[in-house]
């Protein structure tokens, strides 16, 4: 089958990226369905996959894509054949339990990852557990697969870790990558106001466009003052940060008391200053939040499936255009997600 692959490691990663006509066909294993893919999105993850994640031990050439929609085609034993034609989309999260040992407790299920562990959904064809697929009925495909990944994240940080509640205040940093927009439009639909960052102008208007309340412009200096003077010298309740390190202090200083911090990735690096006596006096909350299970993907995949969230989707590829495709996302100028259309 066609798949993109990144044949070896390196930077830049798009150098290592090309369509193979030579790649096997998956078979469905007990449990897992074979989907023919309509369209996959990139995310960052495909980058530090291409980049080497410390850790990892990928065998080249390794098709990536943990966001795909598409229609199953095939299943493996102990799946029901009333699958077969359904348009589906993925969790690429698969849930790991541990060994049990004795006088050990069990730790919470880690996740094994559809397109960074194992072959993805970049290709024509690709095996998920029935398990990791939610039905979405005649949804577009280009949205679907622009949708499942960022969405499941942002809800997760949203909902689930930070509890946010109608009426609060969200700061969403970075805007322009796929989470942040994510939490801007979930942010909306809970009825949030809503303040976001970028280095970029042209973001910031954009953003606003959507519905964003405020645009703060980062010139790499302390933007907290600004911050906080949008809220009557308040602070937020709540800050989604998916940069990392440097804007962590900024953001922690733009907590209202009792705010909550949530990260989930660190594409700017890990390494991280923050003044703990603001943490603890004004008790604050630093919450670290991962992909979602499916029983949250299952919660948020209905905001897509019913028209109440539309992701943004920043440009769409034919496969043959990958590496072009590539060089969007590792330049960081994208607005929205970067999609394969694989019909």
Partial sequence: ???????????????????????PDPVAAPGECVVRTEASALNHL??????????????????????????VESVGDGVDEAWIGTRVLLNAAVPQAEARRPGVAPAPPDIRMIGEHDHGAHAERFTAPVTNLVPIGDTDP???????LTHLTAWRMMVARAELRGGETVLVTGIGGGVALAALAIAKHLGCTTIVTSRSEEKLARAKELGADHGVLDRGEDWSREVRGLTGKRGVDCCIDSVGGPLLGFAVKSLARRGRFVTCGTTAGPIAKCDLSRVFWNQLSILGSTMGDMTEFRQVTPLLVSGAIRPVVDSVHRPEACRSAYERLESSSQFGKIVFDWR
């Fill in 46 to 71: 495909d980058l530090w996959v291409g980049r080497g994640l410390p850790g990892l031990d990928t065998v080249y050439p390794h098709i990536g894509g943990s966001d795909g929609a598409g229609l």
């Fill in 1 to 23: 089958m066609n798949a993109i692959t990144v044949d070896r490691q390196g930077i830049p990663v798009a150098a290592n990226v090309g369509l193979r006509s030579d790649m």
């Fill in 142 to 148: 280009i949205e679907a697969a622009a949708f499942g």
